[in-house]
């Protein structure tokens, strides 16, 4: 069969839920809307300084490998060493760091503090090819300009001087092609782009092992700082989420072809939430995404990767960032303490873009912008514990009668954020049940609920 050509940014990447090793920042991760939350969703990690980028594509295709194939625009034909194999564990780490999160905070006793404190547990989302006629590529207006086998995939690089004759050699050669692929090519020759191609190399793949498909790695130069996903949308049968973490150093990334949103962050919502966050992540995004009339794009994390406050998983290791295409890093040994070390993250900003895109609504690839803003933004949400305390003083009485006032902010926060229905967010809260007196068992029902 012959395989199917996947246009970039149409592959879902599978990423646990939950991350039991994670370093938190006085106390532990409960949870973290994560990348699985959504289907037919896809990550790149752009890294990016002055006009050298480095672009790690993660895919986990379903079906028979040997059906699978993929192009991707570039700005110029690249040379075997501008193409590697990808650490899909690297890019786990890297989407458990930046995920979406929730923070539980537990509220002091009101008698004994003078100012409010609270204890934090944070969490948080060569095998055979057909024969190359030149000939008959010459007739078609198309170019080979360079093959190679990297690792368990077979790659090409294309030129082309017009999208029917790329289309045609494309379908002669033994891939197929979505319909209605021919003038979104033509969009991208009218740029002067090239085109990498790959597939999988079934003998490479059996000899190294692997059942899953790697991702794949490409560096160049370009002052063109974009990320073309066009092509994804051509024989989808539905809008695609896509994630996308930049790497740069001078601070937060935006595009400017589309409207950059901030998610909304630091509300307190209702403590059943915690059986239900990835519920609740999925359909604040997807109110957000009405919102904006389903062409924004949205901020989820941005943050120096020297440090994190909470932190759902450790910043990656200069190692890993290197691997990612960080190269703009001091790797010199430096000293510290008479000792050597190597240094983890200098000068690296990272943000992490979510967007659910199709071909409607983001008719144009997404063009992007750094910009000087070195601001932290994390898409944290807060569960708010209620004291259970027994002790009767002034502030505890004024204290138990706002819990109530407390609980109806957050089931109103709830509902404004994910559309979710009030009375049944106040039927799962048991409002309905509490009186309005302060005494204790009134309280202890309060918090059992």
Request: aromatic share 12%; charged share 25%.
């Amino acid at each position: 069969m012959s395989p199917v050509l996947v246009p970039l940014f149409t592959f879902v990447l599978s990423l646990p839920l939950w991350s039991g090793d994670a370093s938190a920042f006085c106390g532990f991760y409960v949870g973290k809307a994560d990348t699985k939350l959504f289907n037919k969703a896809s990550e790149v990690v752009i890294a990016r300084h002055d006009s050298k980028t480095v672009i790690t594509m993660a895919n986990d295709f379903k079906g028979n490998a040997k059906e699978f194939a993929m192009v991707v625009p570039v700005p110029t034909v690249l040379e075997q060493d501008q193409i590697h194999i990808g650490d899909s564990a690297v890019l786990k780490h890297l989407a458990d760091y930046s995920a979406p999160r929730l923070v539980e905070h537990f509220d002091p006793n009101p008698c004994q503090m003078m100012y409010p404190e609270s204890r934090v547990m944070d969490m948080v989302a060569k095998s055979a090819e057909p024969p190359i006629n030149r000939g008959r590529d010459k007739a078609l207006g198309v170019t080979v300009e360079t093959q190679y086998t990297v690792g368990e995939y077979d790659i090409l690089l294309l030129s082309a001087t017009e999208s029917q004759g790329l289309e045609t050699w494309l379908t002669e050669n033994g891939y197929r092609i979505p319909k209605g692929a021919s003038g979104v090519l033509h969009s991208y020759l009218k740029q002067n782009m090239k085109f990498f191609v790959a597939k999988v190399n079934l003998t490479e793949q059996a000899k190294l092992g692997f059942a899953h498909l790697r991702p794949l790695q490409i560096a160049f130069e370009s002052p063109k700082f974009m990320l073309p996903i066009r092509l994804g949308t051509v024989n989808a049968d539905g809008a695609q989420e896509l994630f996308i973490y930049t790497l740069t150093t001078q601070g937060r990334v935006e595009t400017t072809n589309y409207r950059t949103v901030r998610l909304p962050e630091a509300h307190e919502i209702p403590l059943y939430v915690k059986d239900r966050f990835g519920d609740f992540y999925r359909d604040l995004f997807t109110r957000q995404v009405k919102r904006e009339s389903e062409r924004g794009v949205f901020l989820e994390y941005a943050w120096d990767m020297n440090w994190c406050d909470p932190c759902a998983a450790n910043p990656l290791s200069a190692e890993e960032l290197r691997s990612l295409g960080v190269f703009w890093q001091d790797n010199s040994k430096m000293v510290e303490r008479g000792r050597p070390f190597m240094p983890q993250a200098q000068n690296v900003f990272l943000t992490r873009l979510h967007v659910r895109y199709d071909a409607t609504h983001f008719p144009e690839d997404l063009i992007f912008q750094e910009t000087p803003d070195r601001s932290n933004f994390q898409a944290r949400y807060i569960l708010r514990h209620p004291w259970t305390g027994t002790e009767d003083c002034p502030t505890a009485t004024a204290y138990r009668k706002q819990v109530r006032d407390r609980y109806e902010r957050e089931a109103q926060a709830l509902a404004n954020l994910t559309g979710w229905n009030i009375g049944e967010i106040r039927k799962a809260m048991n409002l309905a049940s509490l009186p309005m007196s302060d005494d204790r068992k009134w309280y202890q029902r309060l918090w059992e609920n």
